[in-house]
């Protein structure tokens, strides 16, 4: 147990009350299904932005990214340099599918492949599974911070925070998670550049902290340390959780418009990018202050042991607050396509009416238990996300690449590329000689993801539906969703 635990418990549930309040402040603007998934489909440019930078700023960036630089050194730049690259892709990429109107990326990838019905089934598991492995990664932050306030084992931590979500899920709609995400991940902003240089002055600044640490810690983006190969890994594997995670697709889908939305992701691209440098400077910092410290711990423990109270108490609460903020949208985005997309899949219809409740409710417990079951082998952030983002995402990435720019790809490829992605990632997870080379398994997953998808494209028969006869499917689909989607809405929110 650390000292003044309670006063960062009291202070951390003064803030998570504070928080709440805002979220039941904004449900109130939800007026309709589509409100409580998409926030009217209006988010005009200080909401994007900011739900984006704290979506970016999060578990990840923050104390996995610390941790990292506490034993690597400047490469803990490097997660905040691959997201930033990756929002650029995504603006380059695909910023101009909000004229669509697309409600999920399952949607988006079926559209690409003529509305297979096959292929968009697949996308949605993968697309659910995606939105359970951010959860955990959001749990496995949550759960580091509170094990280190309260003394608790990291198990159970895991537990609290994991039942913490369902707080911010039950409030209700996209909005509420927008202007909650907004105001935590301004606090997390401001609060890392406070810590930053606050642990700069604590070590007799930069020139001082360079010449007390091992010095292929304090090369270029840490290379000396991690190798050029793995360095390059790490940033194209954290680009790739931004190009195909549902939460990013998702602030397309709900921008106000195309212009609004090309602005905001240059702006938090460019926001993130500064950013990156603050992790580094205090995993660094805290290396020389405490160098026996476990990575994990560096960030909650320069908080709540180097500096005053009051400090500590504004870094922790704002940072597990944003961890459950940011993984709240995952929380939603996880359960919606599970009663929705993937139960229609499995059984060929919608939720019975009369059912939803009960669905609805085993949907919370079903997305939570396997985020937190996912958690329980991990201990290091980093590693958690890299190797879920390699497994499940690269294909996704690679399949809408291929869908949205080659003409000539069909459903078949696209299932390809899912399938080769996963595998060549197992492989790699499990050849200590390959992991070691690469790092993680993106560039052999994405690599093999293409190749597979190409091939497979080439030798089966072209889409014959048109772009048109694709809209208009999707439309009829969408019809057919809307209603049940309603419902949803409904349920959680009672």
Request: aromatic share 12%; net charge neutral.
């Amino acid at each position: 147990m650390v000292e003044n635990q309670w006063v960062y418990i009291s202070v951390f549930i003064t803030v998570t009350v504070l928080m709440i309040l805002v979220g039941v402040w904004a449900a109130k603007k939800v007026k309709s299904g589509d409100d409580f998934l998409m926030g009217g489909r209006n988010l005009p440019l200080p909401l994007l932005i900011g739900t984006t930078v704290a979506t970016l700023v999060g578990t990840g960036s923050s104390m996995g990214a610390v941790g990292f630089a506490y034993t690597n050194g400047w490469a803990g730049a490097l997660y905040g340099l691959g997201g930033s690259i990756g929002i650029f892709a995504l603006l380059f990429l695909f910023a101009n599918v909000r004229k669509y109107n697309f409600t999920t990326f399952s949607e988006e990838l079926g559209f690409y492949f003529g509305e297979s019905k096959l292929f968009r089934g697949v996308t949605a598991i993968l697309l659910y599974l995606a939105a359970v492995g951010w959860l955990g990664a959001h749990i496995m932050g949550g759960s580091l911070y509170l094990s280190w306030i309260t003394g608790l084992d990291l198990s159970t931590a895991k537990l609290i925070t994991a039942l913490g979500f369902a707080v911010y899920t039950l409030i209700g709609g996209y909005l509420a998670v927008v202007y909650t995400d907004t105001i935590q991940g301004f606090i997390l902003f401001s609060g890392f550049v406070l810590l930053a240089v606050l642990s700069l002055v604590e070590v007799g600044g930069y020139e001082t902290m360079s010449t007390q640490i091992p010095s292929e810690m304090v090369s270029f983006l840490g290379i000396d340390v991690m190798g050029i190969l793995p360095a390059v890994s790490m940033i194209v594997v954290i680009a790739i959780g931004v190009l195909a995670a549902p939460s990013y697709r998702h602030r397309i889908y709900t921008s106000k418009n195309t212009f609004t939305l090309k602005k905001a992701l240059v702006i938090s691209g460019l926001l993130f990018a500064a950013f990156s440098i603050f992790p580094s400077i205090i995993g660094m910092a805290t290396q020389i202050l405490n160098p026996e410290l476990e990575a994990g711990y560096a960030f909650p423990y320069l908080a709540t042991e180097v500096f005053p109270l009051w400090v500590g108490a504004i870094i922790l609460t704002a940072g597990l607050s944003a961890t459950m903020s940011s993984g709240s949208s995952d929380f939603i985005a996880g359960v919606t396509i599970l009663v929705t997309d993937v139960y229609q899949i499995v059984f060929g219809k919608s939720v019975p009416k009369e059912k939803l409740k009960t669905y609805s409710r085993i949907a919370l417990l079903l997305t939570l238990t396997l985020a937190f079951v996912g958690t329980m082998g991990a201990t290091n952030i980093i590693d958690y996300i890299t190797n879920f983002i390699s497994t499940i995402m690269a294909g996704l990435f690679a399949a809408s690449v291929l869908g949205k720019f080659w003409p000539k790809a069909t459903w078949q490829g696209g299932l390809a590329s899912l399938l080769g992605g996963s595998i060549t990632s197992f492989i790699v997870l499990n050849t200590p000689s390959l992991l070691e080379t690469f790092g993680n398994p993106v560039i052999p997953a994405l690599t093999v993801a293409f190749l597979a998808g190409i091939i497979i494209s080439l030798i089966t028969p072209g889409s014959i539906v048109t772009e048109e006869e694709a809209l208009r499917k999707l439309e009829e689909t969408r019809q057919q969703e809307a209603a049940s989607a309603a419902e949803v809405k409904a349920e959680l929110t009672k």
